[in-house]
């Protein structure tokens, strides 16, 4: 069975940068789609960002558009998010998550536990 | 972009129960929809898949129904471990994979 473990998260100002990643194993991890999946506090699961397995293809949420950039080491099985010019609103847990697929249709059938970002003065 | 809107937004319900949440499309999504649950400070984990398709490992008392724009999960009978919230996800029309705002299922 895979696993996903995100690192990366904590406090930072607003206006601020943060490098989220997630460390993959138990799977080819180039067959699969990876993806960002966010939760404010107490609030609904919201899709950030998907990258195809060949990393050619990458796709973002409106908010995030211009500010974040998701990334993958195929070499090193890693999935990466940057994150500048961050809002009090981007405050959330992160979420690493598998597809079962390389790309296009996917769900999320494996999730990692998730890094914490709070953007806070 | 497709909007996931769910039904209720909090459910109560008894150990045994038979229980059904509901999900609604604002537009043809076919059967291209999954169901989470996800219980506090956890990960979501993955029930059904193409509407109707129980993940491995999933007790056979969960089961997901329909196609087009309307879709149900069901708990055939309500077990302990089931309190948690649930979400619906569309993966027909991308970007965005939305999901639905979820449902709390509480003990009555």
């Known amino acids: 069975e895979g696993q996903l473990v995100e690192s990366g998260g904590g406090l930072v100002q607003p206006g601020g940068s943060l490098r989220l990643s997630c460390a993959a194993s138990g799977f080819t991890f180039t067959n699969y789609a990876m993806n960002w999946v966010r939760q404010a506090p107490g609030k609904g699961l919201e899709w950030v960002s998907t990258?195809?397995?060949?990393?050619?293809?990458?796709y973002y949420t409106d908010s995030v558009k211009g500010r974040f950039t998701i990334s993958r080491d195929n070499s090193k099985n890693t999935l990466s998010l940057q994150m500048h010019s961050l809002r009090a609103e981007d405050t959330a847990v992160y979420y690493c998550?598998?597809?079962?697929?390389?790309?296009?249709?996917?769900?999320?059938?494996?999730w990692g536990q998730g890094t914490l970002v709070t953007v806070s003065s | 972009d497709i909007q996931m809107t769910q039904s209720p937004s909090i459910l109560s319900a008894s150990v045994g129960d038979r229980v059904t949440i509901t999900c609604r499309a604002s537009?043809?999504?076919?059967?291209?929809l999954a169901w989470y649950q996800q219980k506090p400070g956890k990960a979501p984990k993955l029930l059904i898949y193409?509407?109707?398709n129980l993940e491995s490992g999933v007790p056979s008392r969960f089961s997901g129904s329909g196609s087009g724009t309307e879709f149900t999960l069901t708990i055939s009978s309500l077990q302990p471990d089931d309190f948690a919230t649930y979400y619906c996800?569309?993966?027909?029309?991308?970007?965005?994979?939305?999901f639905g705002q979820g449902t709390k299922v509480e003990i009555k």
């Open positions: 998550a598998k597809a079962r697929i390389p790309s296009g249709k996917h769900y999320f059938d494996y």
């Open positions: 990258i195809s397995g060949s990393g050619f293809n990458t």
């Open positions: 193409k509407a109707s």
């Open positions: 996800q569309q993966y027909h029309n991308y970007p965005p994979w939305a």
């Open positions: 537009q043809s999504i076919s059967t291209w």
